[in-house]
């Protein structure tokens, strides 16, 4: 049985170092098949969703996440927490009835232009995953700094330690899929 892990970027950028980070984690985990979110929808608005219902978009990244063995999910710092983009993912997403979080396999990941590599990011989007009372991998965490210079022409992720750091999460992400499918 193939593994299916979906990748969520809180990066809109084709060529985002968060997107280069999630799929170097699924090369890194190995047998699978990944799937990117797309995060492109509107900003949440009650009165939209009084309107409008859940837009399409938040029901797909939903249904894609009930789906999925484990997520991927990594984050840019803007302004020292997530990307807007992720957190208005999340909000959507809660709108939608089931809870495709729960108990799910999460390996939460950052890349950041800082010196840090997305810490604090990484740590906010950690605690608005709570509610959602996902399996979240606890480490070993990966903070990718000066991002823009981590990744070969070829995307492949360079820097031994973060090599080392992002199998190790990825390992303990196989063995959480594994104990899950267990069950």
């Known amino acids: 049985m193939t593994t299916t892990l979906l990748g969520i970027s809180g990066a809109l950028r084709a060529g985002s170092t968060n997107r280069k980070l999630l799929r170097e984690a699924a090369r890194l985990y190995g047998d ?8 492109q929808m509107p900003l949440y608005d009650g009165d939209l ?4 219902g859940v837009p399409a978009a938040a029901e797909r990244i939903a249904a894609q996440i009930a ?43 950052s890349a950041a232009a800082g010196r840090a590599g997305g810490e604090r990011a990484q740590m906010l989007l950690r ?4 509610p959602f009372r996902p399996h979240l991998m606890m480490g070993p965490e990966v903070h990718l700094a000066a991002s823009s210079t981590q990744f070969d022409e070829d995307g492949m992720l360079q ?6 750091d992002l199998t190790a999460l990825m390992t303990g992400l196989r063995e959480a899929v594994q104990r899950a499918a267990a069950h």
Do not use: H
């Not at 699978?32 to 797309?38: K, L, R």
């Not at 605690?127 to 709570?130: K, R």
């Open 49 to 52: 969703e009084e309107a409008e």
């Open 32 to 39: 699978c098949t990944y799937v990117e979110a797309d995060l």
């Open 159 to 164: 820097g031994e330690q973060y090599i080392k």
């Open 127 to 130: 605690a608005y995953l709570v």
């Open 67 to 109: 789906e999925a063995d484990a997520v991927l999910l990594s984050t840019p710092e803007y302004n020292k927490g997530p990307s807007g983009v992720l957190k208005n993912a999340l909000d959507w997403v809660s709108r939608v009835p089931g809870t495709p979080w729960a108990g799910k396999p999460v390996a939460v990941m």
